[in-house]
């Protein structure tokens, strides 16, 4: 897979790709990683890739043209599944959308930045928009790093045990279950009886019914249910 990311602050970027599961992909060959910073593709003398809004409101707007040659140097090169914008007035991200886009060979992410893009980019030039929550950060490059790590670290071979991206919170659309490690009791604080009993299909089950009540305590949107 390969996922090319457009942004004002490339700065921002290099360092949540090179730690952990998402470094360790890189260096095995499932993903590359590129960043593009926007700056480069604009035409203007100093270089700017905002303007001032048509209608005066406060704040600048991101411009067409710096994010056209971006995405037409890049679009150039290879085809791609989809170019995703992050922006907060879009559909909020979740894991089916993660495991979506996980199946996919060529992505582009363009984070958004100041008061918003120009509304034709969002009209011609891109194929998806995400939020990453109820919030509103200062630009798009966290979301585009969220969405980067929670795609890249289900990719088949990213993470040595098999089963456990598969048994992360949301694929069940449940929350996970409490987890222990030695020591069985420390300092009076004891792991729950049953981890230790050895029976399998038992421990399941108190997997599954902590799991459950969990979500309901603390999710109960993801459960259909609404909240208290
Ligand atoms: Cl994708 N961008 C910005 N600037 N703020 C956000 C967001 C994105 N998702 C939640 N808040």
Redesign the pocket.
Known sequence: MRIDIITVLPELLSGPFDHSIVKRAREKGLVEIQLHPLRDFSEDKHRRVDDYPFGGEAGMVMAVQPIENAIRHLTSQRDYDEIIF???D?PVFNQGAANQLSTLQNLIILC??YKGVDQRVRDHLVTME???????????EL?AAVITDSIVRILPGAISDGASALSDSFQDGLLSPPVYTRPADYKGWKVPEILLSGHAAKIDDWKHEQSLEKTRRLRPDLLGDSPN
């Open positions: 992050t922006t907060p879009a958004g930045h995400w939020s990453i929550g109820d919030y509103v950060l200062s630009g798009g979301a």
